[in-house]
């Protein structure tokens, strides 16, 4: 940590934006840094609600799924929300926020079988899928591995989202 620190503060680095929920855990929770630390879908909302950035929205039916450590872990719920509010039709589903189902791959479940983890995401993505949408929505690229694994419906992450809704 410290060895870090002191790259970032060398860096002149005003702020720190992760798209790793972990990360963004760690950083925020662990290194008392003197700048920012922002998951990029906080960042993207500030983006979006600030005008930096305009999006397009289309009719495409979305779900979003909570990673653990983002949700659970640092209360982020909202951002990635709204931003999938400005760009397409956000649905919701049974188990999300506070009750989100994990994906089931967590670094730290090292101690579960693969089909332990399977059955998690197998649950997560029948809670994700139930309202029959066009995108499985998250904010974490090892929850996007995860629950890709597991589905024939497309799966991305919010950055990627946005990407496509950006208006020229």
Known sequence: KRKNSELIKKSGATMLVTSCPICY????????????????????????RNNIISVNRSESRVTYHDPCELGRGCGVYEQP?????????????????E??????????????????????RNAAISNLTEPSPDVIATACPMCKKALSRGTETPVKDIAEIVVKHLKS
């Open 25 to 48: 855990q760690s950083f925020k929770k662990e290194y008392n840094l003197k700048i920012p630390v922002l998951h990029h879908s906080e960042y993207i909302e500030s983006l979006i």
């Open 81 to 97: 929300r709204n931003i999938l509010k400005e760009t397409n039709i956000l649905v919701g589903t049974q188990e999300e926020r």
């Open 99 to 120: 009750k989100s189902i994990c994906c089931g791959y967590n670094l730290g479940n090292l101690s579960i079988t693969n089909q332990q983890q399977a059955s998690i």
